[in-house]
């Protein structure tokens, strides 16, 4: 069974770093891509960065690109998302997700999310 367990959300003040973890299980984790996804509140889902299964090839939201890093160690069986400079407009429930490939296509295991606030 595909188990993802996100972890490391917490409030942070604006302009702070963060980074998230998300431990995979119950699959060849290093024969997907991964991605991650966020849901503020009131609002639907916003795909947020992606990387192949090797972690050579990432993929960013435009609003993300040069505050977020993704990335992976296949050893650990983690996904990781740095974020940096963060804004109020980051908060949001940031889930991971497991793709149904080894480059990004489209997800077919998510976890439950972990809740980043940024706010003074």
């Known amino acids: 069974e595909v188990q993802l367990v996100e972890s490391g959300g917490v409030l942070v003040q604006p302009g702070g770093s963060l980074r998230l973890s998300c431990a995979a299980s119950g699959f060849s984790f290093d024969d997907y891509a991964m991605t991650w996804v966020r849901q503020a509140p009131g609002k639907g889902l916003e795909w947020v960065s992606s990387?192949?299964?090797?972690?050579?090839?990432?993929y960013y939201a435009e609003s993300m690109k040069g505050r977020f890093t993704i990335s992976r160690d296949n050893a650990k069986n983690t996904l990781y998302l740095q974020m940096n400079s963060l804004r109020s407009e980051d908060t949001a429930v940031y889930y991971c997700?497991?793709?149904?490939?080894?480059?990004?296509?489209?997800?077919?295991?998510w976890g439950k999310g972990t809740l980043v606030t940024v706010s003074s």
């Open positions: 990387l192949s299964w090797n972690g050579a090839i990432t």
């Open positions: 997700g497991k793709d149904v490939r080894g480059v990004p296509v489209g997800m077919d295991s």
